[in-house]
């Protein structure tokens, strides 16, 4: 994929990325670091709880639906870095052997008003399951370089 950058984009585009199985070991591992709570890491207790099995946290599909865009290198050339997250939702939960992929659809594309070297990228992420059911719903806005105020700067650095 050729670098993009915010002029680049169009709203309505859509980006399908690749796709990850989750495993009980990778559910246990993240768990037992970051969100330690027994049906998440207790193969046992979670057959017997609300889920009536192991389940991944949140914060782990959280982490694997960044992982996969990243791997598409979208933003690669443009992204300044994201100020955060809006709505996040837990649609259903993710189970060992759950494959996902995250559809990403470009909703809103603004030119900063403060800061002309950049424009502002909203964007609405789906993480589905195999069965094409969603997991994880959020949105990120992104800060992106503009390709005017790039290229200005590589052909200064040329000088």
Same mark, same amino acid.
């Given at each position: 994929?050729?670098?993009?950058?915010?002029?680049?984009?169009?709203?309505?585009?859509? +980006?399908?990325?690749?796709?990850?199985?989750?495993?009980?070991? *990778?559910?246990?591992? /993240? @768990? &037992?670091?970051?969100? $330690?709570?027994?049906?998440?890491?207790?193969?046992?207790?979670?057959?017997?709880?609300?889920?009536?099995?192991?389940?991944?946290?949140?914060?782990?599909?959280?982490?694997?639906?960044?992982?996969?865009?990243?791997?598409?290198?979208? +933003?690669?050339?443009?992204?300044?870095?994201?100020?955060?997250? *809006?709505?996040?939702? /837990? @649609? &259903?939960?993710?189970? $060992?052997?759950?494959?996902?992929?995250?559809?990403?659809?470009?909703?809103?594309?603004?030119?900063?008003?403060?800061?002309?070297?950049?424009?502002?990228?909203?964007?609405?992420?789906?993480?589905?399951?195999?069965?094409?059911?969603?997991?994880?719903?959020?949105?990120?806005?992104?800060?992106?370089?503009?390709?005017?105020?790039?290229?200005?700067?590589?052909?200064?650095?040329?000088?």
């Amino acid at each position: 994929m050729s670098d993009r950058y915010f002029e680049d984009f169009k709203i309505g585009e859509r +980006f399908v990325s690749g796709e990850m199985t989750i495993t009980e070991a *990778g559910i246990i591992d /993240f @768990a &037992r670091q970051w969100d $330690p709570q027994p049906f998440h890491t207790d193969v046992e207790f979670a057959k017997k709880w609300t889920f009536g099995g192991l389940v991944a946290s949140g914060l782990h599909i959280m982490a694997v639906t960044l992982k996969l865009w990243l791997e598409q290198g979208i +933003f690669r050339a443009s992204s300044l870095g994201s100020p955060g997250l *809006g709505e996040v939702q /837990f @649609a &259903r939960p993710v189970r $060992p052997g759950d494959t996902l992929r995250v559809v990403t659809d470009i909703v809103e594309l603004r030119a900063s008003t403060s800061r002309p070297d950049r424009g502002i990228a909203r964007i609405r992420q789906v993480t589905i399951n195999q069965r094409g059911e969603p997991v994880v719903e959020q949105e990120t806005v992104v800060f992106l370089k503009r390709r005017c105020v790039a290229m200005a700067n590589m052909n200064r650095a040329a000088d």
